[in-house]
Nanobody, 123 residues
Framework: VQLQASGGGLVQPGGSLRLSCVVSGRTFSAYDTAWYRQTPAKEREFVAAMPWRGDRPRYTGSVRGRFTISRDKAKDTVYLQMNSLKLEDTAVYYC?????????????????WGQGTLVTVSS
């Protein structure tokens, strides 16, 4: 299974970016998906997740109301729309998927990870 993330870049505070993650080579029919982020000073942290079944995404508190996770099942692509970006959103963002059941915000359950895409929020 390969995950290819893209869409990162440099943006000013208050700006927007949309990250994409294309999933390929999978052998399972359904998967939960999530975005995590990491900076050199912090451990990898949960950002947002969406289950395969249902339509109830979950967000970490600091991005709720500003970020939106979505998915195009036909294209096997996951998105993270990021609005009202803040300096503290600067990080490498990783997409990840899992085929097992369980909480969608439990990092250790995720099986496959993309290479990460850098988001830099700076004036």
């Amino acid at each position: 299974v390969q995950l290819q993330a893209s869409g990162g870049g440099l943006v000013q505070p208050g700006g927007s970016l949309r990250l994409s993650c294309v999933v390929s080579g999978r052998t399972f029919s359904a998967y939960d998906t999530a975005w995590y982020r990491q900076t050199p000073a912090k451990e990898r942290e949960f950002v947002a997740a969406m289950p395969w079944r249902g339509d109830r995404p979950r967000y970490t508190g600091s991005v709720r109301g500003r970020f939106t996770i979505s998915r195009d099942k036909a294209k096997d692509t996951v998105y993270l729309q990021m609005n009202s970006l803040k300096l503290e959103d600067t990080a490498v963002y990783y997409c990840t998927v899992k085929s097992n059941s369980g909480p969608i915000d439990k990092m250790s359950d995720y099986e496959y990870w993309g290479q990460g895409t850098l988001v830099t929020v700076s004036s």
